[in-house]
């Protein structure tokens, strides 16, 4: 079975995808999409709609901005949910879900000489939030689904 790792890593090679912002030092959790990456992406997006919507009479399609009021994601039972069990590594403060077992042997194995001890787990909320406006002190807060 072929590992997400080895997926990613090739196809970082092959200019599908980049670390978001990785020439200036990266941004966690975003990616930036090469030529073939953008097409590979539309093509996803738009078998998904055909699927989804197009082929259904029982779903209508919307598309709605990223960033959104936090009522949005507490009426939808986001806030509430949308969280996952995390642990930290104590050496570099990586963290990983709980239950990926084989993602920590494998960072562990990646502290060549270290002992690596784990926090104890605990909820993280996966919403990414955001402040919104131009006046620092009148800035509305934003929530995302990062997904």
Not at 120 to 139: H, M, S, T, Y
Request: charged fraction near 30%; charge should be negative.
């Amino acid at each position: 079975m072929v590992s997400l790792e080895k997926i990613v890593s090739l196809a970082k090679r092959r200019g599908f995808i980049y670390p978001g912002s990785e020439i200036y030092g990266g941004l966690g959790g975003t990616w930036d999409y090469g030529p073939l990456g953008a097409e590979l992406k539309n093509n996803i997006k738009k078998a998904f709609w055909q699927s989804m919507v197009y082929e259904r009479d029982d779903v209508v399609g919307i598309d709605a901005a990223i960033l959104m009021n936090p009522k949005v994601w507490e009426a939808s039972g986001h806030v509430a949910a949308f969280t996952d069990p995390l642990v930290e590594c104590k050496v570099c403060h990586e963290r990983f879900r709980q239950d990926s077992e084989d993602e920590i042997k494998n960072h562990q194995s990646s502290h060549i000489g270290k002992k690596v001890e784990w926090t104890e787990p605990r909820q993280f909320n996966l919403l990414v939030e955001a402040k919104l406006g131009v006046v620092e002190d009148a800035k509305a807060k934003v929530v995302s689904d990062p997904s």
